[in-house]
């Protein structure tokens, strides 16, 4: 569907979702919807012509800007721009980046196993002559 309206979303979810979430991977036919079959609720948005899950707390609108078929294993590279983010306001720092843990995401570790993060640390960008600071 992606090659079709060449846009597709991303959908952050939280750890009590994760069941959901990890059940959209599992092999649906083209006709049947990940939404309804994982218990997701579709929210449409002006100016995506595909679905965000309605209770995710961070919301990613992207449009296809190449497509690459991978003869090495049969898949397709798709890679995107982001033309869209929707998240709470919290989250977002003065300098433009995410506080994840604000949104409360599950991350996902292998094909499998899903956490909640714990400590982070931020760093101010690598440079070579100059001393790494934590900001």
Known sequence: MCLKTEC???NGFRLDSAAQAHQTSAPYAKNVSEFSACGFDAEWRIGTDAPYVKSSPL???CRLREH????ING????IGEVTAL???ADAQRDDGSLDLAKLDLATVSGLDTYSEPGKSRRFDLA????????Q
Do not use: F, I, S
Request: proline letters at 4%; aromatic letters at 8%; charged letters at 15%.
């Open 75 to 78: 898949t397709h590279l798709l």
């Open 68 to 71: 690459q078929a991978l003869n």
């Open 59 to 61: 919301q990613v609108g």
């Open 127 to 134: 440079r070579v002559d100059t001393p790494l600071r934590e």
């Open 86 to 88: 929707y998240c709470a």
């Open 8 to 10: 597709w979303t991303l």
